[in-house]
Each structure stands twice: as C-alpha cells, then as structure tokens.
C-alpha cells in the first residue's frame, strides 16, 4: 500500500462525514450524532495505521502525493508529512470524536452546552468535521499556496460555530477573531505570490524556466536578504496572529469566553497549532537568514507573552477566559523553543504543541461538564465541588497539573527541554521564561482551589459527578497526558529527525557555531 493516498482519504472521511450529516433530517439528532462520531474514529482508525507505517528513520517527507492542481500558475496538490506534521495530525484527529463524544448530551436536545437550545445539532456536527479535514489539509500541505488555502479554509467552520452558536456577545467574538485572522492572512497571501516569480527567476537560472509553489523546492532558494525580511515578515505576522502572541493575542480570550467548550478544544488545542507550525516549517526554512535576524525580538516578545499570559490568568473570572490566557502563556513558550535554535529547543517545543492541546483540551472538556451541569462559566458561582463531584474533581486537578508543568505529565517534559535548550544560547530569555513556571502554578492551583476546594456553595448542591459518556470522553486524554509525561521518547523518536533537518537548513545560512544539544542525535531525554 505504498502507493495509497493516505493523506488525500484522511481529508476526504471527515468531509463525507460533513456530507452525510448535512442530509440527514434535523430531527434526527441521535443519527447525527452517532454518524458524526462514526465518521471522525473512521478518521481515526486510518490515521492511527497511518501513523504506524511511518518510518522515523526514513525520507523526511513520507506518505507524499503531488498531482497538478492550477498547472498555470504553478499549483498542486502536493501532501506530505514529516515527524513533526505527523504527531499534529494525530493529535487533531484524536481530539475531534472525543469532542463529538463530549458534546453530545442525553438528557437534552438542545445538545448540551455546546448546542443551545433552537440551534441545530446537524450544522454543529457538520462544520466540526469540516474544520477537521481543513485541520488535516493544513498540516500535510507541502504546496506553500496550498498550505494557504487550507489556512484560510479553517477559518469558515470556526467563524459561524462562535458566530451562531457561542454566548451572548458571539457575534462580536467572530467578527473579532475573523478580522484578525484575515489580516494576518492577507499579509501571507502577498508573501506567497511574491515566491512565485522569485521562483521562476530562480529555477530559470537552473534551467527549469518555471515558478513553483513546492516546499522543497523554494527552500532552496537563495533569496535577497531585503527581500527575504519582508517575506518573513509577512509570514510571520499571519502566524502570530494564529498563535497567538502578545501584542495580537486579544481576540483569543472573546473568542474563548463566547465559544462553545467543545469547539474551544479544537480552537485551542489545535488551530492555534498552525501558527507555530508554520512558524517552524516555513518561517525558519524558506527565509532562514531573515528568521535569525528578527530571533531576538521574536524572544523578546515570547518572553513578553509567557509573563504577561499568565499574570492575567490569575486575575480571569470566568474559566474559559482564564485557560485562554494561560494558553498566551505557554504559546510563548513553544516560540521560545522554536526560534532558540537549538534541537533541544525545538523538539520540546514540537512536543509541547502536542502536550499543550492534550492538557488544555482536558480542560476545556472538563469546564464543558462544569457549564452543563451549573449553566455558568464564572469562577465564583462554584466552590467545593470535590465534595459532590470527586471524579470530576479529579479529572480536572490532573489536567490543570498538566497545565503548570508537574514532574510526571506531559507538559513537565516539552516546558523542561525548551528551557533547558533556550538557556544553552540566550540564557536572559530562559532566565525570564522560568517566571512563567511560578506564576502557572498560581493561577492553575487557586483556579481549583476556588472553583472544586472551600466550603460547598449551595449552588452546586446535587451537582452530579462526571457520567459513563463524559468518562469515555476525557479518560483518554488523561491517559495520554500520564503516559507521555512518563515516556515520552517514542514521539520525540518521531520528532527530531525532522528537527534536525530543520537546524541543518537553518545553518547552511549561518556559518557561526550552533549549540544544539543531543537532541536529534540521541533522542531528548529530560
């Protein structure tokens, strides 16, 4: 099955799925949902048997695919994942059948609190799956126009579930995160046509005579330093955006307070994902000279957005706004990683993508549970929780360990290499970041001591604990959050060979010594 398509029928299953659902009658919400979630395991299943085809000690791209899309102009479908694409894909579409699975709600047909009441369970469930198969497209692209034409696609889906089914200043939140994110992706489209002409001139001087939209072949390049500061610069601004970093972070916490909890897994966990994937993929590849040159002042404001993320997490009333600005926090974290140039820096950055989307996911769910149950999202209308609800106590105490970095979860592992490989080059970066550890614990542990410890609000009297179906829900993420935090070498097997790549291209334009550690060599061990 060398030959098989994987990627292209990974995109195709949750679009079908989409398909399916939009023609199936909207009364029929139990079928919707069960075809919903039937659709994203199938998903699942291929991605899984896809993942274990891959050989982490083989070509850097695997899995490839490359058909004529716009011949014209230079187009194509071209697909393809690395160690680093591959562990994001897998993280997606493990995260979307068990927000379907969160979402869906027995005792009411509104569908919980992610389906207010009047509002239709079939559009939901459709536009999730679309935002998958745009999420997957995203990640496996290795066509640059492609890859933006995914990155714009995301946008739909997300914008009408803030827009139509978010709280009560939802319209204002997606016009917000819309504007947002067509600005920075704007500023992207000019810097992809711009590559297309620097090469045609470029490949004409090898003899091809033609432009080309191809990863590999525009990294490749030897483009003008000028030049190549104003594409890095129109690149990177459409991924800070997405990221998000401080000064551009501030459509995240309206989006977050206004959007359902279940879609905010997906919104958070992995959509934001995109920005500093692409950030690493095509930022530090195809304009390498242009990324060491602004590497200071991306530290600067990586630093900044750690300090100041956290610092207005522990004054959030409202716990979707509060993990929001938690997530400022640990984004500026995986840029630090990104751009100190060092494998050690980048591999925990990479896992700590991964690990943040499982951690914050968790907590997304669990503050969804919480929503259903008590209909508010303000810290203060709960309190003593633990007391009513221990297994929902419980489960999320382990995410929000999760969260600040705990030796033994997964985040302690990504957060530990990423400052450990920062410190080796810009140790006042690293210095400053570690303030970013005291002050998580802070915020995560008077979030739960207000929220599930005191004395028990009358409110939550008869609160019921966690259900069989909101187990099945979040006890994988646990899992995976314990498991990773324990061993987590077999994904960063997967990872460092393509980081390595990554500092191999990033030094062909840099003749001063590099300190990158052991990292893609022996494998990161913390």
Excluded at 393 to 404: I, M, Q
Excluded at 417 to 439: D, E, H, N, Q
Aim: net charge positive.
């Amino acid at each position: 099955m060398n030959d098989f398509p994987w990627l292209s029928v990974l995109i195709a299953l949750p679009l079908v799925g989409a398909v399916l659902v939009a023609a199936l009658p909207r009364e029929r919400e139990a079928l919707v949902k069960q075809v919903a979630l039937g659709a994203s395991a199938v998903t699942l299943a291929v991605a899984l048997v896809m993942a274990a085809r891959f050989d982490a000690g083989g070509p850097r791209f695997q899995f490839t695919e490359k058909y004529w899309w716009i011949k014209e102009f230079g187009v194509h479908w071209a697909l393809g994942v690395d160690g680093v694409a591959l562990v994001l894909i897998v993280l997606s579409v493990i995260l979307v059948p068990l927000v379907i699975l969160a979402s869906w709600s027995e005792d009411d047909r509104s569908g919980g609190v992610d389906v207010p009441a009047k509002r239709s369970v079939k559009t939901y469930m459709a536009l999730l799956l679309t935002l998958e198969a745009a999420m997957i497209g995203v990640f496996a692209a290795t066509d640059v126009f492609l890859f933006y034409v995914f990155f714009e696609a995301m946008l739909i889906p997300v914008y009408f579930i803030i827009g139509y089914y978010g709280g009560a200043q939802r319209s204002y939140a997606a016009v917000k995160f819309l504007l947002y994110s067509l600005f920075g992706g704007l500023l992207m489209l000019v810097a992809v046509i711009w590559l297309y002409p620097l090469s045609a001139k470029s490949t004409a001087e090898g003899g091809l005579g033609h432009g080309t939209f191809m990863f590999d072949e525009l990294s490749k390049m030897n483009i003008d330093p000028t030049t190549a500061k104003w594409l890095f610069l129109g690149f990177f601004a459409a991924f800070a955006i997405k990221a998000p970093m401080v000064p551009v972070h501030t459509w995240l916490p309206d989006a977050a307070q206004q959007s359902p909890p279940g879609a905010l897994v997906l919104i958070v966990g992995v959509l934001d994902k995109v920005g500093t994937y692409g950030m690493l993929r095509f930022c530090l590849e195809l304009f390498p000279g242009a990324a060491k040159w602004a590497t200071p002042v991306v530290l600067g404001f990586a630093v900044l957005s750690i300090i100041y993320g956290a610092v207005l997490a522990i004054g959030q009333v409202d716990l979707k706004r509060l993990i929001a600005y938690t997530s400022v926090s640990h984004f500026g974290f995986i840029v630090l990683g990104i751009f100190a140039m060092t494998s050690q820096g980048q591999s925990g950055a990479t896992l700590y993508m991964v690990n943040h989307g499982f951690s914050t996911g968790a907590l997304f769910l669990v503050v969804g549970f919480m929503i259903v149950r008590r209909r508010s999202a303000r810290i203060g209308d709960y309190g003593g929780v633990q007391k009513v609800a221990p297994v929902l106590a419980g489960t999320f105490l382990v995410a929000g360990l999760s969260g600040l970095s705990l030796p033994g979860l997964s985040t302690f592992v990504s957060e530990f290499l990423v400052i450990v490989g920062t410190f080796s080059r810009y140790r006042w970066a690293a210095v400053l970041a570690v303030s970013g550890v005291v002050l998580a614990a802070i915020y995560i542990l008077w979030m739960y001591q207000r929220t599930m410890g005191g004395p028990k609000a009358p409110a939550v009297e008869g609160m019921r604990d966690l259900s069989a179906r909101e187990k099945w829900a979040v006890a994988p993420i646990i899992a995976i959050i314990v498991a990773m935090g324990l061993f987590p070498q077999p994904v960063l097997h997967v990872i460092n060979p393509s980081v390595k790549e990554t500092l191999v291209r990033v030094d062909r334009h840099d003749p001063a010594p590099k300190t990158t550690g052991n990292v893609a060599e022996n494998g990161a061990r913390p």
